[in-house]
């Protein structure tokens, strides 16, 4: 029998013969590797242990150190609860179950939704069959015999699943006596599981589409090391404590009601201020930075989003069509199209460039009611919106430019991690391959030049151009995707835009959009948990509050109440009959940056 010879990562050749399993490989090169092992990759793919290997490839083990190894970890803990779901509430019907960042969740039909007291009997079970350490039997079958098997279990979910996947043959695992659908792979036994944690539970619509049935959603964690998770409980709490949505409620920043809309913010007194204090600023260093502004309406003709690209790239996140005057009207989920109109309105000269338009506009993109989230994910925001228009030759300086003013302002909020990222061209896009390729290249040269390190996300660009993509770390080390640089070479074409070049010639400008904030929304809601609602000075919607010691003092507060707010302090007072000690307790609940307190002897001295 010819032996097969398996390529390991440092280029050392095993032969082994045909059926060998990805489990004894491990094995043959030592019994630690063997011993932390939970999967292969095999020719880039990844298997089980117990995948046999049939011709020559090139191996490697994956452990609980590599992300693959931790990912199956935690797919592996979705279906060990899922199984203990089943175990406790027989009638359940399961669904999906995937590994998500920092853990993982599976969503089960019930006749009850389950609360959050029914997480601690489901963590039980999860432990009861960790100890039992079932394996994970991967077995494949036909298709239609799958789908059947499942009708025959009451899961018409797995059955609904198997036949839109079209395909002829499907994998299933089962552990513990639960049999679930899945491509795997997952890790060899139970017992593998040993830190993890049921967190909570949520609703979510079958396909995330309100018009189907609402599932009960529960979430869970996994990580190699018990220290790690319980680092990451750590980290939860703290987030809890930060929650812009609590945080919101309780300082009385902003709110949203059902009878409104859902996804539409509004904003109170305090975060009205606040935000006009960010706004404020922006002007300003937009102004300093060679900036013009616009203002463009909030609606335009279908015509317009299908030059832009939008309704046949973007059309799932447009709201229905107004019909006027026998004419389809889009509200706008862009403002790009409205400054290209207003670029177009004169002949532009090489001279005039860079033009730098820009607008803290409002738009509108649906979002499904499960994927809404406080400010961070709405269906109505202001994006800190600017496009600027300029020769081919000015791209870099220009992006380079740019990404300075990005630093400063996210620098300004006290961000001062980021992680940086070159998002190149997806499955689905406009425009000529080439010039693509030139928009990325003038992306990576602009970031270059920084001298930051970046990463690559292949295939993560937008229709219309390549971008860069800006994540900020907050205080207690969680990452916010915030700015954004789009080079565009695609819109200028089809809006058919001009410049008159130095020898005469009619040429095309280049685009760059971009947004150094993302969403004042998005933005003001990572402000409140990265400040856990105590805003700087400068960005306190009340910066002092002046107490008296008893009533005797009201009149001596009142007067430098008034001193305070001419040299242009947000102040207050608080003149209730309260003892000292329960004021100053509610000045710092209210989170004021300065509390003063004046008594009899303040007074006296002025």
Not at 341 to 348: G, M, N
Request: with cysteine; aromatic share 10%; glycine share 8%.
């Amino acid at each position: 029998m010819a032996m097969l010879d398996i390529t390991l990562p440092d280029g050392s050749i095993k032969q082994v013969e045909p059926g060998t399993s990805v489990a004894q490989v491990a094995a043959m090169i030592g019994a630690g590797l063997a011993k932390a092992a939970v999967a292969g990759r095999v020719d880039g793919e990844l298997c089980d242990l117990s995948y046999p290997l049939h011709k020559a490839a090139s191996l490697q083990i994956v452990t609980l150190k590599d992300p693959a190894g931790l990912e199956i970890l935690r797919h592996s803990s979705s279906h060990l609860m899922a199984a203990a779901v089943k175990s406790l509430y027989p009638s359940a019907q399961v669904t999906i179950g995937p590994a998500i960042e920092n853990g993982f969740y599976y969503d089960f039909d019930l006749e009850t939704p389950l609360g959050e007291e029914e997480l601690a009997a489901i963590e039980a079970r999860m432990k009861e069959l960790v100890q039992k350490g079932d394996r994970f039997e991967r077995t494949e079958m036909d298709a239609k015999e799958a789908e059947a098997l499942f009708e025959s279990m009451g899961e018409k979910y797995k059955a609904e699943i198997i036949r839109e996947l079209g395909q002829p043959r499907v994998s299933l695992y089962r552990v513990g006596g639960f049999l679930d659908l899945c491509r795997g792979p997952h890790l060899p036994s139970s017992d593998k599981v040993r830190a993890f944690k049921v967190l909570q539970t949520a609703g979510a619509y079958w396909r995330g589409d309100e018009k189907n049935r609402m599932l009960t959603r529960v979430y869970g964690t996994a990580f190699a090391d018990p220290k790690d998770l319980e680092e990451h409980l750590k980290r939860l709490e703290e987030s809890k404590k930060r929650d812009h949505r609590r945080l919101g409620k309780e300082l009385d920043l902003f709110s949203f009601h059902e009878e409104g809309g859902a996804g539409l913010a509004y904003w109170h007194p305090k975060g009205a201020l606040i935000r006009m204090l960010v706004e404020n600023f922006w002007r300003e260093e937009h102004l300093k930075n060679g900036y013009d502004f616009v203002v463009s309406p909030h609606i335009g003709k279908a015509d317009l989003w299908r030059t832009s690209g939008h309704l046949g790239f973007y059309k799932d996140s447009m709201y229905s069509p107004m019909d006027i005057d026998g004419q389809d009207y889009y509200i706008k989920p862009m403002n790009c199209p409205f400054h290209i109109l207003i670029y177009k309105t004169q002949t532009r000269s090489y001279r005039d460039l860079p033009i730098r338009y820009a607008e803290l506009g409002t738009v509108y993109r649906y979002e499904r009611s499960g994927a809404l989230h406080g400010m961070l994910r709405v269906r109505g925001f202001t994006q800190d919106d600017s496009h600027i228009f300029m020769r081919e030759d000015q791209v870099v300086d220009e992006i380079s430019r740019t990404l300075e003013f990005v630093f400063f302002m996210l620098k300004t909020f006290q961000f001062k991690e980021f992680e940086v990222f070159v998002s190149t061209q997806p499955a689905e896009f406009i425009g000529a391959p080439e010039l693509w390729v030139k928009a990325t290249d003038a992306l990576k040269t602009a970031m270059d030049k920084t001298g930051l390190p970046y990463g690559i996300d292949e295939g993560g660009g937008a229709f219309y151009g390549p971008k860069i993509d800006i994540k900020i770390k907050d205080s207690i080390g969680r990452m916010w995707q915030c700015a954004t640089l789009q080079v565009d070479f695609q819109n200028p074409e089809r809006f058919d835009m001009h410049y008159i070049a130095a020898d005469g010639t009619r040429t095309r400008p280049v685009m760059l959009h971009r947004a150094l904030l993302g969403s004042i929304e998005r933005f003001f809601a990572m402000l409140v948990e990265h400040f856990e609602g105590a805003f700087p000075m400068w960005l306190a919607p009340l910066q002092v509050r002046v107490l008296g010691i008893t009533n005797e003092q009201d009149a001596a507060v009142s007067a430098l109440v008034d001193e305070l707010r001419l040299r242009g302090l947000r102040v207050d007072s608080d003149l209730s009959s309260e003892k000292i000690n329960s004021k100053v307790r509610d000045s710092q609940m209210a989170k004021i940056p300065c509390t003063l307190v004046l008594g009899k002897r303040e007074v006296e001295n002025g």
